[in-house]
């Protein structure tokens, strides 16, 4: 194992969580575009703040006039993300150049390298294409790949060549892969929820306007190719189709609540996994007890980003259960 190496990847999968945690709070504090233009900020290396900048910036954006409180947002969560580039760029440089125990992970971090620089696009588009739902989703779900890979790195890098899971974890290897692919599913449900403003539509719960099945348009709430150029934020769907997205999310919500919480207490009974299943347990039901509050609690702040925030532990946890059950892995 090479320490240096390893040390770097968890400053890298903790910077990588905080860039998601930070780019929620952005998106669900309507900041997706408190600069509308990209890499600066109306122009500007930070954001405009002396009385004759913002002057000069509501001339030169006059559809989209200086919101200070946005803009600081939007620019503090670019700079983080530009610290995330620079880590994955180093982790490069140590698998290519450093010493012999980091080499073997030159194929991932070239990966990683391509993912991150990606994501860096998405989030220009995200805001040059005004919020457009697919890129908004694509740019929630590249952070997370993100973070997962970078999760396996880690605990390749910790175990190295000496580990092997055993025959009990062995067996539990193709329920924590399902449990993942379920996972990874329902968060892009609920990115699309997000992007296209359908987390309120059914402000009850568990009915949903006061139905257990209201009208429902799946077809408009699906439909992934909508105009280019026109201005997404606050959404463009009618109420049925906001409807159908947000009742695929709730049906999601339950398998995946369901599915975690049997695999955590499967994984409970293992003694190398115990933690790691008590910690499955405990973050889905935290994660379906947010959802719930989300809705009850007309969408606070606070709750909605934890949300988030859960979600990519569950993905960080689920992500280091599928290395240590991946029987012969080295």
């Not at 390298?113 to 860096?120: D, G, N, R, S, Y």
Request: some cysteine.
């Amino acid at each position: 194992m090479n320490p240096a190496f390893h040390r770097l990847a968890v400053a890298a999968a903790i910077l990588a969580f905080c860039v998601i945690v930070l780019g929620a709070w952005v998106r669900l504090s309507d900041a997706g575009l408190g600069c509308p233009d990209w890499p600066g900020c109306y122009g500007h290396v930070t954001w405009p703040d002396a009385h004759h900048e913002v002057q000069r910036a509501n001339e030169a954006f006059p559809d989209r006039p200086v919101e200070a409180h946005k803009a600081w947002r939007e620019m503090v969560h670019r700079y983080l993300a530009g610290l995330l580039v620079l880590a994955v760029v180093s982790l490069n440089w140590l698998a290519w150049r450093g010493r012999i125990g980091a080499r073997q992970f030159r194929g991932k971090t070239a990966a990683l390298l391509v993912l991150i620089l990606f994501q860096a696009a998405l989030g220009m588009w995200t805001v040059t294409l005004k919020l457009w739902p697919i890129v908004v989703m694509a740019h929630l779900l590249g952070g997370m790949a993100t973070l997962a890979l970078l999760t396996w790195i880690v605990y390749a890098s910790r175990y190295s060549r000496q580990y092997h899971p055993g025959p009990q974890a062995g067996k539990m290897k193709t329920l924590v892969r399902v449990s993942l692919l379920v996972l990874v599913l329902q968060i892009a449900l609920g990115g699309w929820t997000t992007a296209n403003y359908a987390a309120l539509v059914c402000p009850d719960f568990p009915t949903c306007q006061g139905q257990w099945w209201p009208e429902t348009n799946f077809s408009a709430g699906f439909t992934v190719s909508r105009e280019v150029g026109v201005d997404f934020e606050g959404g463009l769907l009618d109420l049925p189709a906001r409807t159908a997205i947000h009742m695929s999310h709730r049906i999601g919500a339950l398998i995946t609540f369901l599915l975690l919480l049997y695999a955590g207490l499967r994984l409970m009974r293992i003694a190398t996994l115990q933690r790691a299943g008590l910690a499955l347990v405990v973050l889905v039901s935290l994660q379906f007890t947010l959802g719930m509050l989300n809705i009850v609690l007309q969408l606070p702040l606070a709750n909605a980003v934890a949300h988030n925030g859960v979600a990519a532990l569950l993905l960080a946890t689920l992500t280091g259960l599928a290395y240590r059950t991946s029987a012969g892995r080295p």
